[in-house]
């Protein structure tokens, strides 16, 4: 069984500061990660996704994540963030057939002007 | 556009009564999903199709119903069974047999008074 850890539920950071959001997963075997955004009262977005090759990932909007498999880490990262960055964010893995997604209970990052 | 479209985007209903939320999507993917999200919980898989005519329960079942009769439409049916139904309920869908990323509607929020 697979399960996604995200040790921080809320995150406050001032505008034009750096951001790192964290997410460890447990699994038996090979998996996808996935970084989802979700805005109040809207459905989830992809931000990025590690599939397979290069362990950084760039995004949208700015961001990326290391994918870290001997530390089974998935970390989200923003060098300057936006007031427009807030919002909540869920670390998602897969199994390596694409299948089997769970997320992580989603880490609320408020950008402080 | 291509798009996952969800209606109602909010519902009020009484304690006893059966709701039903409609998904339609025009992706042409195979696999249809339903999650409820409550806050702090991440989400949870109630229910998935991966084929017109055949669906799974996921993680929590119980309480809900689905169909999936024609493959752009995954209507949800929330029962009187279900005994804590207030929450945000999002639809998914992937491609297929590989199914990779995940792609969301917007949500319907279901209060039940």
């Known amino acids: 069984a697979q399960s996604v850890t995200q040790l921080d539920s809320q995150v406050p950071v001032f505008e034009e500061a750096p951001v790192e959001l964290r997410c460890n997963y447990s699994?038996?075997?090979?998996?996808?990660l996935f970084w989802y955004v979700q805005y109040p009262n809207q459905g989830l977005q992809l931000l990025l996704k590690?599939?397979?090759?290069?362990?950084l990932v760039k995004g949208i909007n700015g961001f990326e994540a290391e994918f870290n498999k001997s530390q089974t880490s998935f970390h989200l990262r923003k060098p300057s963030v936006h007031i427009s960055d807030t919002a909540e964010y869920f670390c998602?893995?897969?199994?390596?057939?694409?299948?089997?997604?769970?997320f992580g209970p989603g880490t609320r990052l408020s950008v402080l002007p | 556009d291509g798009g996952i479209t969800q209606s109602p985007k909010y519902l009020f209903r009484k304690e006893g009564q059966n709701v039903t939320l409609s998904c339609e999507q025009n992706?042409?993917?195979?696999?249809m999903y339903w999650y409820r999200q409550d806050p702090g919980q991440g989400l949870r898989l109630i229910y998935y199709?991966?084929?017109?005519?055949?669906?799974q329960k996921g993680d929590i079942a119980e309480g809900y119903s689905v169909s999936r009769e024609k493959k752009e439409s995954f209507p949800l049916t929330v029962t009187s069974a279900q005994k804590n139904p207030t929450a945000f309920y999002l639809c998914?869908?992937?491609?297929?047999?590989?199914?990779?990323?995940?792609?969301f509607g917007e949500g319907s929020r279901l209060t039940v008074l």
């Open positions: 998914a869908s992937t491609p297929g047999a590989w199914a990779g990323e995940l792609f």
């Open positions: 992706l042409n993917h195979d696999a």
């Open positions: 998602a893995v897969s199994n390596n057939y694409g299948q089997n997604f769970v």
């Open positions: 590690y599939l397979s090759g290069s362990t």
């Open positions: 199709s991966q084929i017109v005519n055949d669906f």
């Open positions: 699994s038996s075997v090979s998996v996808y």
